[in-house]
């Protein structure tokens, strides 16, 4: 390390420098590094009995707007139209309380997928991002490496597997291949993935990508309960897992400065409110359930970006650190051949066969070459100026002679 | 000569001899075997019947379709509605003739007039609602029921009119009493939920006359099969969800509600309908809801069993039991509710119970199909669906099958060639035709005599037995004629009969046309298959041949079985209550002449067809009208207006099913006296 200091300290390049410095003076905690924040909210139903699903989802599409996260990073995905239905007592409105006391529709809202878009198929391709050019940015998952995902899910479920509409439904280990190829693509950094529907813990049983934490209403063979119903609009509003998930966000998460984590969420899970047993998965988290409970809750429901570019001491291929390095490297791979070159030119014995057999030196050369100063032409300044005033000297001879000769004789 | 190789090993020859014998004497498989099945049959049938009320066996009800959500509505309809309701009965009340004791005239008699229809209309119109209206006329045992439909329609306001729900208020119940305040009741909500914006299909409003003709008339001209006394309806919408009909025929408070269901034919409304009425009226109201007019249901076994047996019954007839009947047909699911009792509940609270059924059928997306349409209700919250109950229905019906079979296979068989070529009658109940005793000397007869023939096979004779079982059926074709088209004459001029037939019956009983075709009728069948048989034998070349008898009867029951199984799929309870009225059939046949002294022979065939005779369709019919104490005019006047008006089946079951049958069994008994 030393050695590489000092040869970078002796390097012409004053921004390599700055770099470098940048990398080794910012030692920032190791994992919560990221970037941007992403959510897919989806609902998976549709039929106006089914209002609650897409309560809950415009319920959580409320709170991570609240905490931050822009629409332009929100996909949802609503497989009907609620507010529009001729059922609705309350036009073009949606509640998620039976005190109607929030609009969930209101004014501002972006659905990216709607009725018969939100399909087993769409949400496939937006998690892995294998669309068509022509598709919009909207209707993209622009997550990258550095991108916490926030998956939340609801609808009608059973034993590793969600409804979708009425004609299809997502299986568990589908959603995982998604996940593992969310990952190999460097698609997130760090995923939650939440789901409420009848036996929801079985659909992230077959996870296997690293850095997810999963967590679901309710066990095998459990259903997962609405909570109240609104006597007005005559259905159901949220389900019970849902509703105290957002009870917690609502009343504990007031702002993005928030440093509640994961695990003060999900130790407020009470299964006698809940009425079933709510599950959390944090094996594929690295560090497990100690470091996964740390993560706070804006790490993936708001939208907070540290200031840092990258983190200084991933490793991985692509990081900072290894492409510095890697500058480095050539840096002092191209003062050994200048230093080479020097030589060369100084002694002019080289041979040619030496040049013939490099190639890369001849360019280099030829290179040199070029952006020697070379003379033009041959004659020189002093017989042009010469020659210049001769003739303007004749020009006024011959004018001078023009005027006295052909002076008219008065 | 047997059949088979040459050169059989010896263990082989000694089972193919077993086999043999058996096949040289079948009278066990044969003979006794179908009895006893048939008997198994027809007592495990009863049995299978009779423990379905039982916890195990039936079910509680449960909603099946999502969508209906009953009960999770607040319904709003009460405070100033009852002005409006008040207002408009007062409106009505004022077109009604009122009481007057010398001229005869009761305000419960009050008839749909024009005046009446016309303030219907206004009010109709008033609230905002489009208006129309449909004159009918039916003709039936001569009598004339003419009347006009008045309908409204309110527009789902941001729905697409593809389908709708329908409100029935008829002028007078089912039971022909006056339905003011249903009436009423039904404009009262047409202008409120008029108001309302959250309706996803059209609610048509129906005010027909009567619970008879009215919706019938509407409703085929809502699908533009109406006959051609009857107007198309000049307005319509989409296709039908489902409908409900209000019937609150008194002016006090009353108690609970009584939901009716059964359709023409046994047809039933989905249980899912029936159900959400139920919960609305006595999960959200707290109204108590009653089913087959079963006014104290404690739960218990008996009751359970008679609620069931009720249920039956009705289906079983197939005639329509309210307004809603005629929607069946058209797999339109309705059901009619009518306040029963002196209670505290007012008319809001059947506006509310009918706002909330409103609002749940609203909620529907598809058609009402999830849960049962085959179903014998024995407590407004319990249930047997098809599944379980359809075996009872079988098992009665197979009977017939079973020994239909059974004698096709023994004509095949030539058992007893020593004694000649015979039927034998066989074990049967002892109050039946044959006696168990002489069965068994006869058995022991058989038994005496070693039977060598040589080929055991016989060639089957059916031109007889074909011919006649056949003819017998289409002969059937003149009572159920005759019935359904006897004109119920009163004066030289057909009356024209304005609405209801029940008190036109009790005004003139004097001219029984019916009564007396009955009485005709059972004096022909007493008559006619001694005369059948009695004519067969002595004609010398129609004689029948032994076998022949018990082809007649094998023929018969393969009908009446094939028929009864078909029939128990749709209507259960007529197939149980045939097949229990037919199960002396599988037991009588001709008595043998060889076998039985003539003494006997004519006392036991003479006995069989007394009994026989206690059992035929119109004996029945006669013994059901002195038990239940309505005339047997009513009930095939009613008869033959369900086959002219509503399409009823019933008819052809009885004189095409089990008549030509029993006129089969009492043929063969016939035939033993000659």
């Known amino acids: 390390m030393s050695s590489l200091f000092n040869l970078l300290l002796r390097a012409p390049s004053l921004i390599l420098i700055l770099l470098l410095l940048l990398c080794v003076l910012l030692p920032t905690p190791v994992s919560s590094e990221h970037t941007s924040n992403w959510a897919v909210l989806v609902s998976t139903s549709r039929f106006w009995f089914n209002y609650r699903h897409l309560a809950n989802v415009l319920s959580l599409y409320r709170t991570v707007k609240r905490l931050g996260i822009p629409d332009s990073q929100i996909i949802l995905m609503l497989p009907d139209d609620m507010a529009c239905n001729p059922r609705n007592a309350f036009p073009g409105t949606v509640y998620s309380n039976a005190d109607r006391a929030v609009d969930l529709y209101g004014d501002n809202i972006e659905v990216d997928y709607r009725g018969y878009e939100v399909t087993v198929e769409n949400f496939l391709r937006l998690l892995t991002d294998r669309l068509d050019e022509d598709v919009p940015r909207s209707k993209r998952l622009g997550s990258d490496a550095g991108s916490n995902v926030l998956v939340y899910m609801t609808g009608h479920g059973g034993d590793q597997f969600l409804k979708f509409q009425d004609a299809e439904e997502i299986g568990a280990w589908d959603l995982a291949d998604a996940f593992g190829q969310m990952w190999e693509k460097k698609r997130y950094h760090e995923l939650l993935f939440m789901i409420d529907t009848c036996q929801a813990n079985t659909m992230y049983t077959h996870f296997y990508s690293p850095n997810i934490v999963a967590t679901g209403s309710s066990a095998l063979d459990q259903s997962s309960y609405s909570h109240h119903a609104d006597n007005d609009i005559g259905v159901a509003v949220i389900d019970r897992w849902t509703y105290y998930v957002l009870e917690f966000l609502e009343s504990q998460v007031t702002s993005t400065n928030s440093k509640l984590t994961l695990g003060d969420l999900f130790d407020s899970y009470d299964e006698a409110k809940i ?41 991985d291929p692509g990081s900072l650190k290894e492409d510095l390095l890697e500058i480095a490297r050539l840096v002092e791979k191209w003062r050994v051949r200048d230093q080479e070159y020097l030589l060369a030119t100084r002694n002019d014995t080289s041979d040619m066969a030496d040049h013939l057999s490099e190639p890369a030196k001849v360019s280099y050369n030829a290179h040199k070459d070029t952006v020697q100063v070379t003379r033009m032409v041959k004659e020189t300044p002093w017989e042009k100026r010469a020659l210049g005033a001769s003739a303007l000297l004749a020009c006024a001879a011959a004018w001078f002679a023009g005027s006295i000769l052909g002076q008219p004789s008065a | 000569m047997p059949i088979g190789p040459p050169f059989t090993p010896d263990y082989r020859k000694g089972q193919l001899t077993a086999i043999r014998k058996l096949r040289k004497n079948p009278r066990v498989l044969f003979v006794r075997l179908p009895y006893i099945l048939s008997l198994v049959c027809i007592v495990a049938g009863i049995a299978w019947l009779l423990l379905l009320p039982l916890d195990e066996y039936s079910r509680r009800t449960y909603i099946s379709e999502n969508a209906l959500l009953p009960g999770q509505v607040h319904a709003y309809f009460s405070g100033s509605e009852q002005h409006v309701f008040r207002g408009y009965k007062q409106e009505l009340e004022g077109l009604i003739p009122g009481e007057d004791q010398e001229k005869g005239v009761s305000k419960a008699d009050a008839q749909f007039t024009s005046e009446v229809s016309n303030k219907v209309q206004s009010i109709l119109s008033a609230a905002g609602l489009k208006v129309a209206t449909q004159a009918y006329e039916y003709t039936s045992s001569g009598i004339t029921h003419q009347g006009e439909n008045t309908y409204a329609i309110i527009r789902a306001p941001r729905g697409d009119a593809t389908e709708a729900i329908v409100l029935v208020a008829a002028w007078r119940t089912a039971d022909d009493e006056l339905n003011l305040n249903g009436v009423t009741l039904a404009l009262t909500l047409a202008r409120y939920f008029k108001r309302w914006s959250l309706w996803s299909k059209d609610i048509i409003f129906l005010f027909p006359p009567d619970s008879k003709t009215g919706t019938q008339a509407w409703i085929d001209a809502y699908h533009d099969m109406q006959p051609a006394s009857v107007q198309p309806l000049p307005l319509k919408s989409g296709a039908l969800q489902g409908g409900v009909a209000m019937e609150y025929p008194f002016d006090h408070r009353f108690e ?99 706002e909330g059924l409103c609002r749940s059928l609203n909620n529907l997306l598809e058609h009402l199909h999830q849960s049962f349409f085959f179903y014998l209700l024995m407590q407004t919250n319990r249930f047997v669906s098809i599944g379980t109950y359809l075996p009872s229905a079988m098992l009665i019906a197979g009977n017939f099958t079973i020994m239909a079979i059974a004698l096709w296979m023994r004509t095949g068989f030539d058992m007893d060639t020593q004694s000649g070529p015979t039927a034998v009658s066989t074990s049967a109940p002892k109050e039946k035709t044959s006696s168990s005793s002489e069965a068994r000397s006869s058995k022991e007869k058989e038994s005496a005599t070693p039977s060598p023939e040589p080929s055991g096979i016989m060639e089957r004779q059916l031109a007889l037995p074909l011919t006649l079982v056949g003819g017998l059926h289409l002969l059937g074709l003149v009572p159920l004629y005759v019935f359904n088209n006897l004109s119920y004459k009163v004066s030289p001029i057909p009356q024209v009969q304005q609405l209801n037939s029940m008190t036109f019956l009790s005004i003139s009983n004097k001219q029984q046309h019916y009564t007396m075709a009955t009485y005709i009728c059972i004096a022909a069948n007493a008559i006619l298959p001694t005369l059948l048989a009695a004519v067969l034998s002595s004609l010398g070349f129609t004689t029948p041949k032994p076998q022949q008898y018990l082809l007649i009867k094998s023929f018969s029951l393969l009908l009446l079985g094939l028929f009864l199984s078909t029939l128990a799929t749709l209507n259960f309870s007529l197939s149980f209550m045939i097949g229990l009225l037919c199960a002396p059939l599988t037991f009588v046949s001709r008595l043998n002449p060889q076998t039985t002294s003539v003494g006997l022979r004519y006392a036991l065939s003479t006995i069989g067809l007394l009994v026989l005779n206690l059992l035929s369709p119109p004996v029945v019919l006669l013994g059901l009208c002195w038990y239940t104490g309505v005339s047997v005019e009513h009930v095939l006047t009613q008869a033959a207006f369900g086959w002219d008006v509503w399409g009823m089946w019933t008819q052809v079951v009885v004189w095409c099913v089990w008549w030509p049958a029993w006129i089969s069994g009492c043929a063969l008994l016939g035939f033993s006296l000659f």
């Open chain 1, 275 to 315: 009425h079933s047993q709510p599950g959390v998965r944090w094996d594929l988290f690295p560090g497990g359930e100690q470091e996964g409970r740390l993560r706070t809750l804006v790490d993936f429901f708001g939208n907070v970006q540290n200031i840092e570019v990258e983190n200084a001491n991933a490793s």
């Open chain 2, 256 to 354: 609970s509600l009584h939901i009716s269901y059964d359709g023409v034919n046994g047809q039933l409304p989905n249980l899912d309908l029936f159900n959400t009425a139920v919960s609305i009226a006595s999960g959200q109201m707290g109204i108590g809801a009653n089913l087959q007019e079963m006014w104290n249901h404690n739960d218990s076994y008996e009751m359970r069993l008679q609620t069931m047996l009720r249920g039956m019954v009705k289906q079983g007839f197939g005639y329509a039991t309210g307004a809603h009947s005629s929607f069946m047909p058209y797999h339109i699911d309705a059901i009619t509710l009518k306040t029963k009792g002196e209670g505290w509940q007012d008319e809001m609270a059947l506006g509310r119970t009918v």
